[in-house]
């Protein structure tokens, strides 16, 4: 599964299911190509939805809202 987002620093399109994740404590997220990560957006609780059982399986708990930059939700 491919789930390609735009990094919200540097606009840089990358596929998450590749990327690694940040160094972070907790939580963690992942990085873009350029080493940005988008921990510091969790506090926006609006902006996440719970992650899908494809996603799940990839390590995710929640996901970033497609109208903020995040993969679009695959029903």
């Not at 789930?3 to 590749?18: I, P, Q, R, S, W």
């Not at 902006?47 to 929640?62: D, H, I, M, S, V």
């Amino acid at each position: 599964m491919n789930m390609y987002v735009k990094c919200g620093t540097c606009d840089v399109e990358f596929d998450l299911a590749k990327a690694p994740w940040c160094n972070h404590d907790d939580p963690k997220t992942k990085m873009c190509p350029n080493g940005h990560c988008i921990c510091h957006k969790l506090i926006y609780k609006k902006q996440w939805r719970p992650a899908n059982e494809e996603e799940r399986k990839l390590g995710f708990g929640t996901m970033l809202k497609e109208e903020y930059g995040g993969v679009k939700e695959h029903k």
